[in-house]
């Protein structure tokens, strides 16, 4: 199985602050690397796909960049609504597996 | 815009067999993939597998033995059932469609909450 590894496990940061979360994965996957953002009590809800590609819907504020076996996300300006939990999530092949997610939390 | 509800009993014995169903409605099962997931309180996101419309299935080998999965076109509805469940099978179920070459799960359910007690 494929190993994604999150860090930070969690963040404080302030409403305007630029935030970047990184993804590692345990082998090369190439661009098959997407970000989903959960809140509590709700389901988890796509946010980036194919390591930089911008769901519908989503704000611009969020980007994702990465190849091979390093991804990251990036929150340019942090608000309120993006205080939340956040997962990778490797697709290249089966079983498919998350990261453990990353809490981002008001400082 | 499709959307996916998850059904089933919130209360299952220890080692008796969980039931769920996924209905989903605003697009046909065809051409995807349609995934079980599931997240324990306060933990990350395990996937559990998958069924495309045809019946063909993928399994996370570590829940394998106990998973089955089937899928009903006629009712827009797939299914997931896991046997001899234990305390650590006690989880918030989602069903969730995966979604084209980049293969991500761009529609999910709301989840159901699963607790596995006597």
């Known amino acids: 199985d494929i190993q994604m590894t999150q860090s930070p496990s969690s963040l404080s940061a302030s409403v305007g602050d630029r935030v970047t979360i990184t993804c590692r994965a345990s082998?090369?996957?190439?661009?098959?690397l997407n970000w989903y953002q959960q809140k509590p009590g709700k389901a988890p809800n796509l946010l980036i796909y194919?390591?930089?590609s911008l769901q519908s819907g989503v704000p611009s504020s969020f980007s994702g960049s990465g190849s091979g076996t390093d991804f990251t996300l990036t929150i340019s300006s942090l608000q309120p609504e993006d205080f939340a939990t956040y997962y990778c999530?490797?697709?290249?092949?089966?079983?498919?597996?998350f990261g453990q997610g990353t809490k981002v939390e008001v400082k | 815009q499709v959307q996916l509800q998850e059904s089933g009993p919130g209360l299952v014995k220890p080692s008796e067999t969980l039931s769920l169903t996924c209905s989903v409605s605003?697009?046909?099962?065809?051409?995807?993939?349609w995934t079980w997931i599931r997240q324990p309180a306060g933990k990350g996101l395990e996937w559990i597998g998958r069924?495309?419309?045809?019946?063909?299935?993928n399994c996370n080998a570590s829940l394998k033995s106990r998973v089955t999965m089937s899928v009903d076109t006629s009712k827009n509805q797939f299914s997931l059932r896991l046997s001899s469940v234990t305390a650590a099978d006690t989880a918030v179920y989602y069903c969730?469609?995966?979604?084209?070459?980049?293969?991500?799960?761009?529609?999910w359910g709301q989840g159901t909450l699963v607790t596995v007690s006597s």
């Open positions: 194919a390591a930089s």
């Open positions: 999530q490797q697709s290249y092949s089966t079983p498919r597996t």
């Open positions: 605003g697009g046909s099962l065809n051409n995807y993939y």
């Open positions: 069924i495309d419309a045809s019946g063909n299935t």
């Open positions: 082998q090369n996957i190439n661009t098959y």
């Open positions: 969730a469609r995966e979604y084209g070459s980049s293969r991500n799960f761009d529609n």
